[in-house]
């Protein structure tokens, strides 16, 4: 049987890294005779990957893993519009990722992507690190708690994302274990 192929985009957003690399060893475990999870990393996906000592999960447990080299390359956009994957999740996502999909910036490999794909009527999953407003702790790789201030202006683009045709917002590394049951679980 031939398995559906899913891109799974990391940024460099440490908010929730930990638990979405988790959730994601535990779905591709499950979903493994039917599902090939391939893992595109931005520049600064790479950095936080190596700063929270992830590299080493990833490489284990994910076979297709490829590190930005720039917005095409690798030509993750090209292969997502003519429909080589069944959607595409990004998680989890910086603010400024979010920003320059719902401005349009394709400047970088998983903004690029995004935006094709939601030309091409593909689905992108975002797990947005600046998901509302307020005050929120996230633990550093020392265990250290670092206190980050969300702002409207980051909210308001992810509410803009949320409104886009077959664009779809996820709160917690949780929610990409539904994503799954509803596309493979029929």
């Given at each position: 049987?031939?398995?559906?192929?899913?891109?799974?985009?990391?940024t460099?957003?440490?908010?929730?890294?930990?638990?979405?690399?988790?959730?994601m060893?535990?779905?591709?475990?499950?979903?493994?005779?039917?599902?090939?999870?391939?893992?595109?990393?931005?520049?600064?996906?790479?950095?936080?990957?190596?700063?929270?000592?992830l590299?080493?999960?990833?490489?284990?447990?994910?076979?297709?893993?490829?590190v930005?080299?720039?917005?095409?390359?690798?030509?993750?956009?090209?292969?997502?519009?003519?429909?080589?994957?069944?959607?595409?999740?990004?998680?989890?996502?910086?603010?400024n990722?979010?920003?320059?999909?719902s401005?349009?910036?394709?400047?970088?490999?998983?903004?690029?992507?995004?935006?094709?794909?939601?030309?091409?009527?593909?689905?992108i999953?975002?797990?947005?690190?600046?998901?509302?407003?307020?005050?929120?702790?996230?633990?550093?790789p020392?265990?250290?708690?670092?206190?980050?201030?969300i702002?409207?202006?980051?909210?308001?683009?992810?509410?803009?994302?949320?409104?886009?045709?077959?664009?779809?917002?996820?709160?917690?590394?949780?929610?990409?274990?539904?994503?799954?049951?509803e596309?493979?679980?029929?």
């Amino acid at each position: 049987m031939k398995k559906v192929k899913i891109a799974w985009g990391i940024t460099g957003a440490g908010e929730k890294i930990e638990k979405t690399v988790e959730m994601m060893k535990k779905i591709n475990e499950e979903y493994k005779d039917r599902v090939d999870i391939e893992v595109f990393i931005s520049k600064s996906g790479d950095q936080v990957i190596k700063y929270y000592g992830l590299s080493n999960e990833l490489e284990t447990n994910f076979e297709n893993i490829w590190v930005e080299i720039n917005a095409n390359s690798p030509f993750l956009a090209g292969q997502i519009q003519v429909g080589k994957y069944e959607f595409f999740l990004i998680a989890p996502t910086t603010s400024n990722t979010v920003a320059k999909i719902s401005m349009r910036m394709g400047d970088t490999l998983i903004s690029n992507a995004a935006i094709m794909g939601q030309k091409a009527d593909v689905p992108i999953y975002l797990l947005p690190a600046d998901y509302e407003e307020g005050v929120t702790v996230t633990k550093l790789p020392n265990g250290k708690d670092l206190k980050i201030s969300i702002r409207k202006e980051d909210v308001e683009h992810v509410k803009k994302l949320a409104k886009m045709y077959k664009t779809f917002i996820i709160k917690e590394p949780e929610d990409i274990k539904k994503i799954f049951a509803e596309y493979f679980d029929k």
